[in-house]
């Protein structure tokens, strides 16, 4: 019994109920969901200033994961992870990079961009984890997984970084006022509402698939066979259905709508990337999906960061050597500010309560990136950050530096934590199992 539960009179009057034992049983039983979060940011990182220092639990953080201070209990800070993957197969180091951060499996051969070196490529060869995990977990949502994005640009392999399958990218929502509407345009947070909806639009399909039986008698086999793939539509109308009355987390109020702007203003990055953080946090708490993606710009990314105090171009600067100390100052700022965005998201989700836990706490939120540094190009030493334990399966607060390890084994674990049982993920080539010591 919901604790929202009302005693309803004939004429819509609602009496509510006090606390009842039915109540709290059901509260002490009801686990809260696991999830799973992507973060991207581009053009790698200065390693010197955000590598920790210290040892696996004593450590401080260097300065670009300096705002993250606050979390350091629920971090796990992954050193020395190679996308191993992404030295193989077609495309220049961005492209690799961009398409395998998420699949693990190279690139397909084709002719639809420019791969460097006077060649072309296709698109990323195969499956996203987290569309792999939508597809596992995600399917009795009414959103499987949530993609988010921030003037990440058009639909090329430099952009995309989701995948349902080999050659099928997914596009993010860069504009917080169509994500609203897709989201939360007519979303209800009233259990009787939601029952009542359900209960109109249920009387209409009903007697509209009572007439569609009767008429299945009197056709033939083409037009059984139309008759029969509408009558599953509307099967997978009921199932929508459910989900839309399924009753939302205890925090879960409806956002106010975004204001109007031009979300591919270069100025209005810091703005758009707030907004689609709000609608992520709420999107989460209001049990509408365990999975969603955030990507902010693209990579070579080309946004500039005057609200940071840099007014270059971000892959501009990327590409200068390690000894011009002005530039890596001005990269060192421009990451420090995507970590003050990771902090904000991160203390979205932990000032969330469920039951005697965080909704940060079961969630696994994973920042990273499509290079270790912009100026080699390298996919080694890539910068990873976890954040949350995902209901208990990650044991955080600890800097690991890892030997050279695989970044598709840290997509198995990802998978692991979530429910999804395998010990391979991507192309097996480039994979030995569950990255160790995290659990």
Known sequence: MSRRTLLRGLAGVGIALPFLEAMEAQAATAAAPKRFVFVFSANGTIPPNWTPTGTETAFTLGSILAPLNEFKSKLLILDNLNMQSAGFGPGDAHQKGMAQLLTGTELQSGTLFPGGDSSTVGWGGGISVDQEIANKVGQNDRFPSLLFGVQTGGANIWSRMSYSGPGTPLPPEDNPRGMFDRIFANFNTDPQGLAELRFRRQSV?????????????????????????????????????????????????????????????????????????????????????????????????????????????????????????????????????????????????????EGDKKLLDNTAVLWGNELGKGNSHTRNDVPFVLAGSCGGYFRTGRYLKYNNAWHNDLLVSVLNAMGVPATKFGNPAHCKGPLPNLV
């Open 205 to 353: 399909l009903d007697s509209t698939k009572d007439d569609f039986l009767r008429l299945k008698t009197r056709l033939g086999g083409t037009d059984l066979q139309k008759v029969d793939a509408h009558l599953e539509s509307i099967r997978d109308i009921e199932r929508r259905l459910d989900l839309e009355a399924t009753a939302p987390g205890a925090a879960c109020v409806k956002p106010a709508q975004p204001a109007s702007m031009d979300h591919m203003k270069n100025e209005n990055y810091p703005a758009v990337g707030r907004l689609q953080m709000d609608l992520l946090a709420m999107a989460l708490t209001c049990n509408l999906t365990k999975v969603a993606t955030l990507q902010w710009s693209r990579s070579v990314s080309q946004v500039s960061h005057p609200w940071a105090g840099v007014a270059d171009r971000h892959h501009d600067l990327s590409h200068f050597g390690d000894s011009d100390t002005v530039v890596q100052d001005k990269l060192t700022k421009i990451n420090t500010w995507y970590a003050q965005q990771f902090a904000y998201l991160l203390g979205k989700l932990n000032s969330i309560t």
